[in-house]
């Protein structure tokens, strides 16, 4: 077994939204959007880290440079979708995945089941072995002040000889 864990943190762009607020692969509605080189879905490069992670790579910056035209406002299911591949191709597959996201805002329980099945279709998993949590920052913390999102991930990868 294998295991592999992903964080990553994007801040709030100032003033009103320039682009839609993605996270975990779905359209959040919020006036507010993050910055980042690519559209920004802090949850899916922290998964595709974790996934990453437990294959003994790098991250995702290393593969996906943000400094590259190419991956300038990309979406991130790409990332994702590649480094489940590694997965399938180094002989491991995907047991479980597990997924926080911190924000104080927007509010993200309506959302969590739509994420949930997103994570698994990418993943080609059942949404039984897809968890997703979504956590304030009580108000305290850059979480808390509404400065940014952060999001967490843990994979559980098996040999999976073919
Ligand atoms: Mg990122």
């Known amino acids: 077994m294998r295991i592999g864990l992903g964080h990553d943190t994007h801040r709030f762009e100032e003033g009103p939204a320039r682009r ?13 959007s993050l910055a980042g080189h690519s559209d920004a879905d802090v949850l899916f490069h922290a998964l595709t ?4 992670g437990a294959l003994g790579e790098g991250d995702i910056g290393d593969l996906f440079p943000d400094t590259a035209e190419e ?4 979406n991130s299911a790409d990332f994702l979708r590649y480094a489940a ?10 047991e479980n995945v597990d997924v926080i996201i911190f924000a104080q805002a927007p509010k993200l ?3 969590k089941e739509q994420i949930k099945k997103k994570i698994a279709e990418h993943l080609g ?14 108000r305290v913390g850059f979480i808390g002040r509404e400065e940014a999102i952060s999001a967490e991930a843990v994979v559980l990868l098996e040999n999976d000889p073919k």
Do not use: C, F, M
């Open 20 to 32: 839609p607020l993605i996270l975990g692969g779905v359209e959040v509605p919020y006036h507010r």
């Open 49 to 52: 880290d974790a996934l990453l």
């Open 71 to 74: 991956n300038r406002g990309r």
């Open 85 to 94: 591949g590694q997965v399938g191709n180094r002989g491991w597959r995907i």
């Open 109 to 111: 329980g309506p959302y």
């Open 125 to 138: 998993l059942p949404p039984g072995s897809v968890g997703v949590k979504a956590k304030t920052g009580e």
